[in-house]
């Protein structure tokens, strides 16, 4: 089922038997999206992880056909190496959140796969700022270039370390311990025997008819927690049945833009759209041909 939304006429939805990228998405993701944006350049170099999709034969052949030139990242390293690790993802996260509250204050609205399309368009448009790609590159040290940058932090430098810094064992009792709030039913035990052990046997049987009563009180709370996610699945699903219609997906093709999904649920041949300009307010687009052949 894919997640149509007239707000977002030039979004791509692609799909995998595992919901992970694979080697024919890679290739896919180049073709429709990456050789149409770098066709202008006479060369030009993409910044990749070790990951196995991208580092396939075809995708390399079809990178070298296009003037691409593929730069392989070490592994292990992105969260040091890759411009959006170290610059735009992190203010995305945080946009997203902020999308999704606004969307959903109470937490109980079912944001179904067109909602989510659109709230991440949204907080992807306030991340990926002029200013946080260009810090990406510079945190990075990618550019401008600064060796020193990578070098210099202090997971490098204390690469060869094998023995880990002394950390203290928490303190169970303490005025923290005392003062906070049992919420699990181990907690709730721990404190009774701590009670107990330290007052007479008369109120040790006023101490345990509290804890049977804050046992009881807990497994309810839980139970009603299980009931109510229960509730908000059956409406995420009927959401989706409502919304959405399944339609049979070409074995050739991997990807698909919204004419494309219409068209296939309408069993006609899809148009080829372009957009020519896009505003915070306004979208257009241009007719290419009739049919897309």
């Given at each position: 089922?894919?997640?149509?939304?007239?707000?977002?006429?030039d979004?791509?939805?692609?799909?995998?038997?595992?919901?992970?990228?694979?080697?024919?998405?890679?290739?896919?993701?180049?073709?429709?999206?990456?050789?149409?944006?770098a066709?202008?350049?006479?060369?030009?170099?993409?910044?990749?992880?070790?990951?196995?999709s991208?580092?396939?034969?075809?995708?390399?052949?079809?990178?070298?056909?296009?003037?691409?030139?593929?730069?392989?990242l070490?592994?292990?390293a992105?969260?040091?190496?890759?411009?959006?690790?170290?610059?735009?993802?992190?203010?995305?996260?945080?946009?997203?959140?902020?999308?999704?509250?606004?969307?959903?204050?109470?937490g109980?609205?079912?944001?179904?796969?067109?909602?989510?399309?659109?709230?991440?368009?949204?907080?992807?448009?306030?991340?990926?700022?002029?200013?946080?790609?260009?810090?990406?590159?510079?945190?990075?040290?990618?550019?401008?270039?600064?060796?020193?940058k990578?070098?210099?932090?202090?997971?490098?430098?204390?690469?060869?370390?094998?023995?880990?810094?002394?950390?203290?064992?928490?303190?169970?009792?303490?005025p923290?311990?005392?003062?906070?709030?049992?919420?699990?039913?181990?907690?709730?035990?721990?404190?009774?025997?701590?009670?107990?052990?330290?007052?007479?046997?008369?109120?040790?049987?006023?101490?345990?008819?509290?804890?049977?009563?804050?046992?009881?009180?807990?497994?309810?709370?839980?139970?009603?927690?299980?009931?109510?996610?229960?509730?908000?699945?059956?409406?995420?699903?009927?959401?989706?049945?409502?919304r959405?219609?399944?339609?049979?997906?070409?074995?050739?093709?991997?990807?698909?833009?919204?004419e494309?999904?219409?068209?296939?649920?309408?069993?006609r041949?899809?148009?080829?759209?372009?957009?020519?300009?896009?505003?915070?307010?306004?979208?257009?687009?241009?007719?290419?041909?009739d049919?897309?052949?």
């Amino acid at each position: 089922m894919f997640p149509e939304h007239e707000e977002l006429p030039d979004i791509i939805w692609a799909f995998s038997p595992k919901g992970w990228t694979d080697e024919e998405l890679a290739v896919d993701w180049l073709r429709r999206i990456f050789v149409l944006i770098a066709s202008n350049s006479k060369h030009i170099i993409l910044i990749l992880d070790s990951q196995k999709s991208h580092i396939t034969g075809e995708f390399q052949y079809y990178c070298l056909e296009n003037n691409i030139h593929p730069l392989y990242l070490p592994a292990h390293a992105t969260h040091k190496l890759q411009p959006l690790d170290v610059g735009p993802f992190s203010p995305l996260s945080s946009a997203y959140s902020r999308a999704v509250e606004e969307y959903a204050p109470t937490g109980i609205a079912v944001l179904n796969r067109s909602m989510f399309t659109v709230l991440y368009v949204r907080a992807r448009q306030e991340a990926f700022t002029e200013r946080n790609i260009r810090a990406g590159w510079r945190r990075a040290g990618i550019w401008p270039i600064n060796k020193q940058k990578l070098l210099e932090d202090p997971e490098i430098q204390n690469f060869g370390r094998t023995t880990p810094e002394y950390q203290p064992a928490p303190i169970k009792e303490g005025p923290n311990h005392l003062y906070s709030t049992p919420k699990k039913l181990d907690e709730i035990r721990e404190l009774q025997a701590q009670i107990e052990a330290k007052v007479t046997p008369r109120t040790q049987r006023s101490v345990r008819k509290l804890s049977h009563a804050a046992i009881q009180e807990h497994a309810g709370a839980q139970l009603l927690q299980n009931e109510l996610n229960n509730v908000r699945k059956q409406l995420h699903h009927q959401e989706v049945q409502k919304r959405s219609k399944r339609m049979v997906k070409e074995r050739v093709q991997r990807s698909w833009n919204l004419e494309e999904v219409r068209a296939a649920k309408e069993g006609r041949a899809p148009s080829r759209v372009q957009i020519t300009h896009r505003s915070e307010d306004s979208l257009r687009i241009r007719i290419l041909s009739d049919r897309l052949k």
